[in-house]
């Protein structure tokens, strides 16, 4: 019986090692198939490389995908450059704005986030911050500094002190790239690997061409229309206390770096516009927009159209380009008066 279970042990530690081998060596050699979808890999992986270097553009716009669907940079002007991250908030705004500055002086901050990844209700930060390592460790550490004195999880504000250094444990392995932090997805990229190479090689070209071209602009839809309501009107805004902490950190770093900063809302479409209008929603952002502006004389909230037509959606949230061609030239219009 002994020596049944010191074999049965051995086999169950020789399977662990070899299969976290193979699958730490795919994630190391591709890890576009491994670490999440391969296109957000691709496109992150872009923005963040014009993030890191001196690009000489002197006014940026940061922000979620709705910040790099919604203004194409081309039609601001030719010191205009769009270095939004798909599925960020605030924490990535404040690094993004620190690295910038490192290489290029800043004039004008433009920042456009979704109202609810300011409320932290993102799964993105997971899923892409993390695997693709955006952040470096000490920035992670900082993160971890600012979650132990709100006493929750990034984006888990249900993960309180009792259970907050395991997330943060288990988050590290994620971010470390620790093969059993991937062992529930390695099948699927495995067989994206297999299989799927070449839709994702024209994927990929399609998405950095037009990143390139536009200086970080893109669709995430070709449609023509979308009239889906994505308002639950009973939500109250709230802001996260951790988003918070990085908007006074970005407004730190402008009033050092002198730099005008604007805050944008995305627009929604008029499916969206028809319960979001007189809700308790609407109500509650607006107090939050006072508030900041309030707050920060050197931030302006920029009056921009809420809501643009159903045609100029290509999905419930971001604008085709109609809807992009239309937001930017209103921005555009904007920020000149």
């Not at 402008?254 to 969206?272: F, K």
């Not at 502006?293 to 100029?312: F, G």
Request: hydrophobic letters at 35%; one cysteine or more.
């Amino acid at each position: 019986m002994k020596q049944f279970l010191i074999k049965t042990i051995i086999y169950f530690l020789v399977t662990v090692l070899v299969s976290g081998t193979i699958i730490y060596g795919f994630i190391s050699q591709k890890p576009e198939f491994f670490l999440g979808s391969a296109v957000d890999y691709f496109q992150c992986k872009y923005q963040y490389e014009q993030i890191n270097k001196k690009t000489g553009f002197t006014n940026i716009i940061i922000g979620d995908s709705r910040g790099n669907a919604s203004i194409n940079p081309r039609q601001l002007g030719e010191k205009w450059i769009n270095l939004s991250i798909p599925g960020s908030d605030l924490f990535e705004g404040y690094i993004t704005l620190k690295r910038y500055l490192q290489h290029n002086k800043v004039d004008t901050l433009v920042m456009v986030y979704g109202m609810s990844y300011l409320s932290e209700y993102s799964r993105w930060f997971n899923l892409r911050t993390i695997p693709f390592r955006f952040i470096s460790n000490s920035e992670l550490k900082e993160l971890e500094q600012t979650e132990r004195k709100y006493n929750y999880l990034f984006h888990n504000r249900a993960a309180g002190h009792a259970t907050l250094k395991y997330d943060q444990f288990i988050r590290k392995l994620k971010y470390w790239h620790s093969p059993f932090s991937y062992r529930a997805t390695f099948l699927d990229g495995l067989n994206n690997f297999c299989f799927s190479q070449r839709e994702t090689g024209i994927a990929k070209q399609k998405v950095l061409t037009q990143l390139s071209e536009y200086r970080g602009y893109t669709n995430f839809s070709d449609a023509d229309s979308n009239n889906t309501d994505g308002i639950d009107a009973s939500l109250r805004f709230e802001p996260g206390q951790i988003n918070q902490h990085y908007l006074e950190l970005i407004m730190q770093l402008a009033a050092r770096h002198d730099i005008a900063v604007y805050l944008v809302d995305p627009p929604m479409n008029q499916a969206s516009f028809k319960t979001y209008n007189r809700s308790v929603y609407e109500s509650t952002i607006n107090q939050f927009f006072q508030g900041v502006q309030k707050k920060y004389p050197r931030l302006c909230v920029l009056q921009t159209d809420v809501w643009l037509p159903n045609n100029m959606f290509g999905d419930p949230l971001h604008v085709n380009s109609k809807g992009t061609t239309r937001f930017s030239a209103i921005t555009r219009d904007r920020l000149n008066n």
